[in-house]
Nanobody, 126 residues
Framework: QVQLVESGGGLVQPGGSLRLSCAAS????????IGWFRQAPGKEREGVAC????????YYADSVKGRFTISRDNVKNTMYLQMNSLKFEDTAVYYC???????????????????WGQGTQVTVSS
C-alpha cells in the first residue's frame, strides 16, 4: 500500500524552528520528485519547496528562501522540510507529496503529484 505519513508539526514561537518528516511506504522515494505544499485558512494551497528527480533542480517559494530546506534520506525512505526563522505567516497545514513518474523537471505544479500526505499543522504564535 502506497502511503505518505507526515509528522513534526506543532506550535512554535516566531523565530523558532521545526522539522517536518514524511515517511514513504509502498514505493521508494529516490526516483520520485518530491515536494512540500501548504495551505493557510482562507488561502489557496501553495508550493513551498520541491526537488525534481529529473535533473535534481530545487525550487523554493520566495517567501521561504533562505529559511526552509527540503531534503530526503533514501535509506530511511523519508523526506524532510527543515523550517527555521519561522514567521506568523508560515502558519498553515503542510503537505508532502510525490510524483513517482515525473515527466518534467518543473516540480512546482501541484497537479504533477500523485501521492499526498495527510497534512500536519504548523502554528507560529507567541
Amino acid at each position: 500500500q502506497v502511503q505518505l505519513v507526515e509528522s513534526g508539526g506543532g506550535l512554535v514561537q516566531p523565530g523558532g524552528s521545526l522539522r517536518l518528516s514524511c515517511a514513504a511506504s509502498g514505493f521508494t522515494l529516490d526516483d520520485s520528485t518530491i515536494g512540500w505544499f501548504r495551505q493557510a485558512p482562507g488561502k489557496e494551497r501553495e508550493g513551498v519547496a520541491c526537488i525534481s528527480s529529473v535533473d535534481g533542480s530545487t525550487y523554493y517559494a520566495d517567501s521561504v528562501k533562505g529559511r526552509f530546506t527540503i531534503s530526503r534520506d533514501n535509506v530511511k525512505n523519508t523526506m524532510y522540510l527543515q523550517m527555521n526563522s519561522l514567521k506568523f505567516e508560515d502558519t498553515a497545514v503542510y503537505y508532502c507529496a510525490t510524483d513517482r513518474i515525473p515527466l518534467s523537471s518543473d516540480c512546482r505544479p501541484a497537479y504533477e503529484y500523485d501521492y499526498w500526505g495527510q497534512g500536519t499543522q504548523v502554528t507560529v504564535s507567541s
